[in-house]
């Protein structure tokens, strides 16, 4: 039994219908090349601007003016004074804690005591 595909195949022939002109592809190169026209090339000598030349430099000026910028507006958010303001406060947690590690090791504060301490209650 023949399939639908050989007999097809069968009436149209193995003939792809295009043929190649004997000669054709070694004479390619040379049609090709007298059909392009002709063309001189100059050697033309290109001015750059100083802008061209100095482009790099202002660029690589203008960022690290941005990041010197940025540097300063960060600092100023930060404070300078809070520095030292806050290098007061964790001193006086340190003591503080140093203190509550040697009421616990003493007995005079439980553990317990000292984690549940709520500092918004405490009177003075």
Partial sequence: ????KSEI???LGKDPGFKVPDGFFEQFAQQLDDKLPEVTITD?????????KW???????AMFAGVWCMMSIFDRSN????IDQRAAELRQEMTVEENA???IKSGVVSFYDYMTYDDSTATE
Avoid: I
């Avoid at 039994?1 to 639908?4: A, D, G, I, R, V």
């Avoid at 482009?55 to 000026?61: E, K, Q």
């Fill in 55 to 61: 482009r790099p430099f202002v660029y690589m000026a």
């Fill in 101 to 103: 590690d040697e009421a």
């Fill in 9 to 11: 195949l069968e009436k």
């Fill in 1 to 4: 039994m023949k399939t639908e």
């Fill in 44 to 52: 033309v000598e290109e001015k750059t601007s100083t802008w061209v």
């Fill in 79 to 82: 404070g300078s004074g809070d």
